[in-house]
Structures are given as C-alpha cells and as structure tokens.
C-alpha cells in the first residue's frame, strides 16, 4: 500500500475542473483515479453555459492568466469541433466598454472590439470566444483521461483523510463546503431554457436596467437560453416563472427566439467563493492534498490554467 501511494494521484471531483486536473496529471506521466460522485454527464458543469470569460472570479490577476492559458487550449481544441466540443463563435458582451478589457485580452483576441448599434442596442464588446458544448466536452475529457492509463470510479467521499492516495487533488466544487469543510464555498443558482435554435449564430450576453441577467449561447441545434445568479439559493428544480422571464429578456434581444420550441429546463448550482483556492496542503502523515475548487460560473474558462497549476502543485516536492 504504501509503495502504491507514493505513485497514486487520487482527484475527487469529476466536472470540468477535475477532468481536466486529471488529464493534465495523467499526460505527466502520473497514474491517476478520479472518483467521482456522479457520471461527468450529471456533474454541475455539464448544465453550464461554458463560454469562455473570467465572469466575477477572483484573485482577478491569476484568474486571467489561467483563463489566457485555457484559451491557448481550447483555440486549438476548436480545429475539431465535432469531437471536442469547442468551437469559436463571435458575440456582443453587452454593458462593457472596450477600455475595460483591452489590457488583458486585446493582445489575445485580436478581433476584439466595441460593438456598434446593428449588433446591440447599448454599449458592448464584440469578440470571438470559445462556445463549449458541455455534452461532447465532458465526455471527450473523460475518453482523453482515459487513454492517458486514467481510470474514472463512481465513488462518494466523506472524508479527504480516508482517500488512498500519496497526493488527493480536491475539485469537488460546491461538496468542499461540507468536505473540508469550507464554510465559505455557496451555492450560485444558475438557471437555463433549452430551445430549439430558430438561427441565431451569434451569442450575446446581457444586463438589464433592473440588473437581471440575459444571455443567448447558440449551437448548431438548441439554443440556451439564461440566466439567473442567485446567490445562497440551493434549488435544483426549475421554476417555471423564472424561466418564462428568461425567455422575455432573450427575446427582447433577439425577437426571433419568442416562439422557439422549448427542449429542456437547466438548473446547476454554481461553486463560489470570495477567491478560488488553489494550493497545496501537506498532511502530518505525509500526505499532500491539493486544493482546486471555488470557481464559480468560471470553472470552464479557467480550467486548463488552474489544472496546470494543480499539477505542479502535486509534484513531489
């Protein structure tokens, strides 16, 4: 046991953020298990909207170099779609003016731009960012992992103590509040409609005057329809209100999307904290575990920055 867990690297979590810890991790030659409490498809990430931008993430510094990090990754992800899941899409962040962002991303998106009124009503950015299908992404991570020697297990953990391994990497997400326990991880509910894509190529993201949130996020079948940002709420279940407003607000910028057949209704509870936790705890046994959780509605836009850096974080010292 004790040879085995001077090789073994445990990661705990199994979304966005710990498939891609693991595949990292495995691609370094580490031999890796992810236990994970349920499938990737029923994860959290797997409901999220997952365009590329660091939305109210902190330390803001680290977060966008992680999130410059991943965009090097997910460019090149998008030459193959089909199989990725990743593609560049062109959009209007609206509410944001170009001076806001120009220092850190201009340089990395060349296209980057302020909108003119044929594309939003108010002032916003245009840029081509990444558009991730979350039901091929997760499933792809998840064959990358494993053809990497990376084994996925079922398992639910109570205790980080108990886990056998030399380093456990901790991406449980929102389950941190309890496993830790780490009282200042909360619940973000994040809301979603489903609708069939009546055409739009573009997505767009919104705030309205009364500060509610709407936003377009095309694919090539389905549109996804939000949102809401409700601090501290831990319903899981759609509510039928909140999802006829979404559709209001969506529609009010794109009238096209009023009569769109409705596929599905989304709830995912988004893992936030005042900053991210990302760093490296050794245990009096020896033991090192790494934490990487604590990424709110950004967990896909900064995940290969922040695995990179789980990674080395779980090297031997």
Known sequence: MESERRDDVIVVGGGVVGLTTAVVLAERGRRVRVWTRDPVERTTSAVAGAL???????????????????????????????????????GVLGETELEEVAGWAAARLPGLRASVKEEYAGSGVWARLPL?????H?????????AAGGIVEERTVSDLDRVPAAVVVNCTGLGARRLV???????????LVVVENPGVRTWVVSTTAEGELAYLLPHTDRLLLGGTAQDGDWSTEPDPAVAEAIVRRCAALRPEVAGARVL???????????AVRLEREPRPDGRVVVHNYGHGG?????AWGCAEEAAALAAPS
């Open 181 to 191: 326990p780490d009282p200042a991880v909360r619940p973000v509910r994040g809301q």
């Open 138 to 146: 997760l499933p792809w991570l998840r064959r990358r992992f494993t």
């Open 52 to 90: 590329w931008w660091p939305y109210h993430i902190k330390p803001v510094a680290s977060a966008r170099a992680w999130a410059l990090r991943s965009l090097d990754v997910y460019e090149e992800l998008a030459e193959r779609p089909e199989a990725t899941g990743v593609r560049l899409v062109d």
């Open 264 to 274: 599905e209704h989304r709830v995912g509870l988004r893992p936030a904290r005042d």
């Open 298 to 302: 950004a967990g896909v836009t900064v």
């Open 132 to 136: 991730i299908d979350m039901a091929v």
